[in-house]
């Protein structure tokens, strides 16, 4: 076990260094949780969008249903996953399980709904504002979901570094489905779990730094990104 002052000096070392293991973990993270993003706001958004738009019955339950699945527990989606990928389940013939793929597949549903929630809200009061306009000039619902996420693309990118910062600290859902496999799947909050448990301060604390510093950019780039839109809005 090492004492406070050497693991944080070593943390940084390892940083300033370069070091490939550390790298190797962090770029892996990154490739997981940009890939499960993107596949999220490719379902997120138009989901969210449609909600706005679209008036039917049974509305306000889904809306209901998709706010509720924002704070599903991660270790209960990498269950999921899990059964769902494993040799006897139904998707079992891909060999996905303890891949990053697996792990891409969880985190992407994981934060779709968060994406689609958050969108839907984003979107809701462009809606407001644009929806005698669309009418008038009887704009379909398609046109007018592209419309909304077009208009919509300061916000809807503030969603986006949300569900990235969400994907990017998960651990429950990513150590079922990838098993935290050195090399292969294990990721900055998996390998954090583990260095911690084998008393490696060092490694650990600096993938921390790192993973701290990812957030705090992704807070300051969504903060910037909404002052954007506000004074765009009242340009």
Not at 118 to 130: D, G, I, N
Not at 132 to 150: C, H, K, P, T
Request: proline fraction near 3%; glycine fraction near 12%; charged fraction near 15%.
């Amino acid at each position: 076990m090492q004492d406070f002052a050497g693991a944080f000096g070593l943390a940084f070392r390892l940083i300033a260094s370069g070091d490939a293991d550390l790298f190797e973990i962090v770029g892996l993270s990154m490739r997981v949780s940009l890939t499960a993003l993107l596949l999220s706001c490719l379902v997120g958004f138009p989901i969210g969008a449609l909600l706005v738009v679209r008036k039917f019955f049974g509305r306000g339950i889904v809306i209901a249903l998709v706010n509720s699945m924002m704070g599903f527990p991660p270790v209960v989606i990498g269950l999921l996953v899990y059964l769902a990928l494993s040799r006897a389940g139904p998707m079992g013939s891909f060999g996905l399980l303890y891949s990053p793929a697996a792990m891409i597949i969880a985190q992407t549903l994981l934060i779709a709904p968060i994406v689609a929630a958050l969108s839907r809200q984003v979107l809701e009061a462009l809606q407001a504002e644009y929806d005698e306009q669309f009418r008038s000039l009887g704009i379909s619902r398609g046109r007018a979901v592209l419309a909304l996420i077009v208009d919509g693309r300061y916000g809807l990118v503030t969603v986006a570094l949300a569900g990235f910062g969400r994907a990017v600290a998960e651990v429950g859902a990513v150590m079922i489905v990838g098993g935290n496999i050195d090399h292969l799947t294990r990721v900055m909050t998996t390998a954090i779990a583990l260095e911690t448990s084998k008393g490696d301060l060092g490694m650990a604390l600096a993938l921390g730094i790192i993973l701290m510093s990812i957030a705090i950019s992704v807070n300051l780039g969504a903060g910037a990104l909404r002052s954007m839109a506000e004074r765009q809005a009242y340009a």
